[in-house]
């Protein structure tokens, strides 16, 4: 695995305790304050939340929040080696404010945003948290089918035939014993395909693993929709370690990503010419109000500069008005396309 890639991807350990987070956090149906902020910018982050006037219940969460943020200067959490990014949710459940918080050790973005529910797509994004991933280990007569949501295995089903290793003498002939064994093969590789079918649910992931040619063989019994899905794993087999198939989704999320972005980017390119993006941070707000922006691209560094309040309420606006929020954190893609300080819009139509 490329050493590069490695460093950019998040712990296992850390993966693990995030997901658990993310799933306490995820049964929240209040409406929420979301701040994710960097290291060492709490005094900034005070200043932002004493400035921005809220309702009243906000305002409250606010306070609380406010004090959380002093609490972390003095004694900071993380579940990585070194925080780079806190994330503070506060909501308020039968008359009375409740506050949880995270560490970790990735970059995300600057977030201070009031909505229905937490704001934990930085999350989905940067971290690959809570995914649901289908992960398939296959030889010619035996397969696991594992669920994974998270870190956790939430369906798992085991299938197997009996399958003659060799033909014996007398009986059928040997070329008979071969088309035999190999349509018996046929069949259970069909089988197996029908129950991740009915696992699937919507599944990010269909990693397919295993030791020897059964996975390439089987390969060949997938529909088109888990072609898409389907990627290779390396080196697993029905015995490793559940922390190593931990690291291997954790690796495959990150690709995946990484090619979801690139497809994003490439889309926004195509549409440059047509009138369906738009660049300027002016051009964009306008956008957002009458709600005909689809998609707002964001740099995960963009807090760096001045017109960073003004991406932040951008933000917020594309959250309620259901515009799709996509954060960038490839360094190459944000040079390219200069969006450190400003973002970047598909449009659903143009506008004047």
Same mark, same amino acid.
């Given at each position: 695995?490329? #050493?590069? +890639?490695?460093?950019?991807? $998040? =712990?296992?350990?850390?993966?693990?305790?995030?997901?658990?987070? @993310?799933?306490? !956090? %995820?049964?929240?149906?209040?409406?929420?304050?979301?701040?994710?902020?960097?290291?060492?910018?709490?005094?900034?982050?005070?200043?932002?939340?004493?400035?921005?006037?809220?309702?009243?219940?906000?305002?409250?969460?606010?306070?609380?929040?406010?004090?959380?943020? #002093?609490? +972390?200067?003095?004694?900071? $959490? =993380?579940?990585?080696?070194?925080?780079?990014?806190?994330?503070? @949710?506060?909501? !308020? %459940?039968?008359?009375?404010?409740?506050?949880?918080?995270?560490?970790?050790?990735?970059?995300?973005?600057?977030?201070?945003?009031?909505?229905?529910?937490?704001?934990?797509?930085?999350?989905?994004?940067?971290?690959?948290?809570?995914?649901?991933?289908?992960?398939?280990?296959?030889?010619?007569?035996?397969?696991?089918?594992?669920?994974?949501?998270?870190?956790?295995?939430?369906?798992?089903?085991?299938?197997?035939?009996?399958?003659?290793?060799?033909?014996?003498?007398?009986?059928?002939?040997?070329?008979?014993?071969?088309?035999?064994?190999?349509?018996?093969?046929?069949?259970?590789?069909?089988?197996?395909?029908?129950?991740?079918?009915?696992?699937?649910?919507?599944?990010?992931?269909?990693?397919?693993?295993?030791?020897?040619?059964?996975?390439?063989?089987?390969?060949?019994?997938?529909?088109?929709?888990?072609?898409?899905?389907?990627?290779?794993?390396?080196?697993?087999?029905?015995?490793?370690?559940?922390?190593?198939?931990?690291?291997?989704?954790?690796?495959?999320?990150?690709?995946?990503?990484?090619?979801?972005?690139?497809?994003?980017?490439?889309?926004?390119?195509?549409?440059?010419?047509?009138?369906?993006?738009?660049?300027?941070?002016?051009?964009?707000?306008?956008?957002?109000?009458?709600?005909?922006?689809?998609?707002?691209?964001?740099?995960?560094?963009?807090?760096?500069?001045?017109?960073?309040?003004?991406?932040?309420?951008?933000?917020?606006?594309?959250?309620?008005?259901?515009?799709?929020?996509?954060?960038?954190?490839?360094?190459?893609?944000?040079?390219?396309?200069?969006?450190?300080?400003?973002?970047?819009?598909?449009?659903?139509?143009?506008?004047?």
């Amino acid at each position: 695995m490329n #050493k590069t +890639l490695e460093l950019s991807e $998040i =712990s296992h350990s850390e993966w693990l305790s995030l997901n658990q987070f @993310f799933h306490e !956090i %995820k049964q929240v149906d209040s409406q929420c304050v979301s701040v994710y902020y960097p290291y060492g910018k709490g005094d900034e982050t005070i200043s932002l939340l004493r400035e921005t006037k809220r309702r009243e219940p906000f305002e409250k969460i606010e306070l609380k929040i406010e004090k959380t943020i #002093k609490q +972390l200067k003095e004694n900071p $959490i =993380s579940k990585g080696k070194f925080t780079k990014t806190f994330c503070i @949710f506060g909501w !308020i %459940k039968n008359d009375k404010i409740h506050i949880k918080k995270i560490g970790t050790s990735k970059k995300l973005p600057y977030i201070y945003m009031t909505s229905k529910k937490p704001y934990l797509k930085p999350f989905s994004d940067i971290l690959k948290i809570n995914h649901n991933v289908l992960l398939v280990t296959i030889d010619q007569k035996t397969a696991r089918i594992q669920k994974f949501h998270g870190n956790q295995i939430v369906q798992e089903s085991k299938l197997r035939i009996d399958l003659q290793g060799r033909h014996r003498k007398g009986g059928q002939s040997q070329g008979r014993f071969l088309r035999a064994r190999q349509t018996k093969i046929h069949v259970f590789f069909k089988n197996i395909a029908k129950k991740i079918k009915t696992m699937d649910g919507c599944s990010e992931l269909l990693l397919l693993g295993g030791i020897g040619h059964a996975k390439t063989e089987f390969y060949d019994e997938l529909d088109s929709e888990f072609v898409k899905k389907c990627r290779f794993v390396e080196t697993l087999s029905f015995s490793t370690p559940i922390n190593d198939i931990h690291k291997k989704i954790i690796h495959h999320l990150y690709e995946h990503r990484r090619k979801h972005v690139v497809e994003i980017i490439q889309k926004y390119e195509k549409l440059v010419k047509t009138g369906l993006t738009a660049k300027r941070n002016n051009v964009i707000f306008k956008a957002l109000k009458i709600g005909a922006v689809d998609t707002l691209i964001v740099s995960v560094n963009y807090h760096t500069d001045s017109q960073f309040k003004n991406i932040l309420k951008m933000m917020e606006m594309a959250k309620n008005t259901s515009a799709k929020i996509e954060f960038v954190s490839s360094p190459k893609i944000i040079k390219t396309l200069e969006i450190n300080d400003s973002v970047l819009a598909i449009l659903r139509y143009k506008i004047k």
